[in-house]
């Protein structure tokens, strides 16, 4: 069963303004979580990511948001720019744990 | 960080072959995993290869499909056999970052279709 779900499989955003991906699980041991973004013909880079023990982190014009009761997180890019175009994959872990779950990715395209 | 080198980068490949696909990691590591992304669907962990000794296999996956090889602590190897249409995925190879960070590192994908 899915336990990281990314119910969005597209996203389009205009340059400069706001992206908005989200993410849902179910497990609640899951302590740590992470969000990916990977261009075609590569793997996955690391994006940021965020502790059970905060609701916020913020790194440059990335922000994730962690709603513990509600079982959700959301990763927020502000501004937007082209580059950001990708496929952004949301994964989490249990007891910080090396096993992560992954959710299917949100293509996300930022248009000029 | 770690530079991870995945060979071959995509092929296709005929129903009933199998088929390797190397790793190499630029620094020493021990664990490193493997992962398959099939068409439209997350990125599932296959198993974890240790140096020195036998690979622990996640659930649906099996050592006489995907016979794994560490030999060292910068190479590791996953064999995709007899191979099926069913097959045709994305196989990434990955190390973890560290307790630090908690993130995973991942080669550049090997990209298989099987005909």
């Known amino acids: 069963d899915q336990q990281v779900k990314q119910n969005s499989p597209s996203l389009s955003v205009q340059e400069g303004r706001i992206s908005i991906l989200n993410c849902d699980y179910t497990n609640s041991m899951f302590d740590y979580f992470l969000w990916y973004k990977k261009y075609p013909a590569e793997g996955p880079t690391f994006l940021i990511s965020i502790s059970s023990i905060k609701d916020k982190n913020e790194d440059g014009r990335f922000t994730v948001f962690l709603n513990k009761s509600a079982k959700h997180l959301s990763l927020h890019i502000v501004p937007s720019q082209p580059g950001d175009s990708a496929v952004y994959f949301c994964a989490a872990s249990a007891n910080s744990g090396y096993a992560l779950n992954f959710g299917k990715g949100t293509s996300l395209l930022v248009t000029p | 960080s770690a530079v991870i080198s995945q060979k071959p980068s995509r092929d296709i490949c005929q129903r009933g072959t199998s088929l390797t696909i190397q790793c190499q990691v630029d620094?020493?590591?021990?664990?490193m995993f493997w992962y398959r992304q099939q068409p439209g669907q997350s990125l599932t962990l296959i198993a974890t290869a240790n140096q020195g000794s036998e690979a622990t296999y996640e659930s649906g996956f099996v050592i006489d499909k995907f016979p794994i090889s560490r030999p060292n602590l910068t190479f590791s190897t996953l064999t995709v056999s007899n191979m099926s249409p069913e097959d045709s995925s994305i196989y990434l190879c990955?190390?973890?970052?560290?307790?630090?960070?908690?993130?995973?590192?991942f080669g550049e994908g090997s990209r298989l279709t099987v005909l």
């Open positions: 990955s190390v973890w970052g560290g307790a630090n960070t908690g993130e995973l590192f």
């Open positions: 620094s020493q590591v021990t664990m």
